[in-house]
């Protein structure tokens, strides 16, 4: 199945696109996919007979939903935190690892000795876990070089990936995630010394496509974040930030302000925080891989996203420290299990709500003009992907119409 143009027949299908309708969820159905994109899709009975002479495939009864959104990983790093999870499991908190050294900046020494083909060797076997689950959409962010040099070659790495493996990327330029050894005490320096004038080079390389940054007390504060955030809206980039995740600093109030795609981990969100966000926009993107592997006690605010009417997205976070993570199925069920999701919300969390974090039209859904970026499953019921856990029913995966 690898022409662009094709009738898929008898399947069921979760459009995500039809608000009235559970998952958006059509029996019997057909899609037609022309030039890459969604000519049509509906009832197989009503399937226009213009379409009637494209190749036609039977999926033989099984669930077709969009292509999976990952939309918060940091998949480029060099090295790996597995001493510093023995050191948590023998009491050590994320913080006081941080402070001592380890965390973000002990990732930071092994990025920085790493080449970009390196970065990009040690990625795909991450990236390859993520598109065996059907994911056809990655974001993936810079942030441990925190230096010019090696936030450059993140951002490239990211991007080479797409000419590696089929997927689109989304790169985020994260270099305000910690401060570090060499300008420890200096945050305000190293953002003017190293994180704009970096960001404005990666900017005008083609590297950028949104700015994040880290609002945490062992990050940096909503002041410093907001000069940042000015370079980008000079730049005409989007934003978004990892916010309240340890602590309530204000993060998600501020990236709201700034018309930010997304706030994201959020566990101490307050209720002014998720008005914010509702304001503005701002997608809410959840974490559990995080709040599973640093034991967090304080969920997000759930029902204060649903009662505002914050759209909820979910995120592997694959990073080498706090969530290790490849697996968009387990973080759905985690978010069903820790956060009380439910199947239909953790869906659209990995599909329509993920794409508008990442601030993409094209995709996220089936619907006519869209991409044909699908995923084709050995299930019946959407539910089923929330539900059951280190089971993977993928069938087929379809990018750009090609699978």
Not at 31 to 49: F, S
Not at 85 to 101: D, P, Q, T, V
Not at 146 to 156: I, K, P, Q, V
Request: glycine letters at 8%; one cysteine or more; proline letters at 4%.
């Amino acid at each position: 199945m690898s022409s662009k143009n094709r009738l898929y027949t008898n399947l069921s299908v979760a459009t995500m696109a039809d608000s009235k309708v559970a998952y958006g969820l059509i029996e019997d159905a057909a899609i037609a996919v022309v030039d890459g994109l969604i000519a049509w899709v509906g009832p197989q009975e009503n399937a226009p007979e213009a379409l009637l002479s494209l190749d036609e495939t039977s999926l033989e009864g099984r669930l077709v939903t969009p292509g999976l959104i990952d939309c918060h990983t940091h998949i480029i790093h060099g090295g790996n935190r597995a001493v510093e999870f023995e050191m948590r499991l023998n009491g050590a908190s994320y913080e006081e690892i941080a402070r001592a050294g380890g965390g973000i900046i002990s990732t930071v020494t092994a990025t920085r000795t790493a080449s970009e083909a390196e970065l990009i060797v040690d990625a795909l076997p991450r990236v390859d876990a993520l598109l065996a689950e059907g994911v056809t959409v990655l974001e993936v962010k810079s942030g441990y070089g925190l230096d010019t040099e090696t936030e450059l070659r993140m951002l490239r790495a990211a991007r080479a990936l797409e000419q590696h493996r089929p997927v689109r990327v989304v790169t985020s330029f994260l270099g305000a995630h910690a401060v570090p050894a060499e300008f420890q005490d200096r945050a305000d320096d190293y953002i003017d010394e190293v994180c704009i004038p970096t960001l404005r080079l990666a900017h005008d390389e083609g590297l950028v496509d949104a700015v994040d940054g880290f609002c945490e007390g062992i990050a940096f504060l909503p002041i410093q974040i907001a000069r940042i955030f000015d370079v980008a809206r000079d730049l005409n980039l989007p934003v978004k930030l990892h916010a309240e995740q340890l602590s309530n600093l204000g993060g998600a109030k501020l990236a709201a302000s700034y018309g930010a795609l997304s706030a994201d981990h959020i566990e101490y969100l307050d209720e002014d925080g998720v008005a914010a966000m509702a304001s503005a926009g701002t997608v809410g993107v959840l974490l559990p891989g995080a709040f599973y592997t640093v034991r967090e006690t304080q969920a997000p605010p759930i029902e204060a996203l649903r009662k505002h009417g914050v759209p909820i997205a979910l995120a592997s976070d694959c990073n080498p420290g706090s969530s290790p993570m490849t697996s968009l199925l387990l973080t759905m069920n985690m978010a069903s299990t820790l956060f009380s999701l439910t199947p239909e919300e953790a869906l659209a969390g990995v599909t329509c709500h993920a794409a508008k974090a990442l601030g993409l039209t094209d995709c996220g859904q089936i619907a006519v003009g869209l991409r044909a970026d699908l995923a084709v499953w050995n299930i019946k019921h959407p539910a089923e992907l929330a539900y059951r856990i280190g089971f993977n029913p993928l069938h087929t995966r379809i990018f750009g119409g090609t699978s």
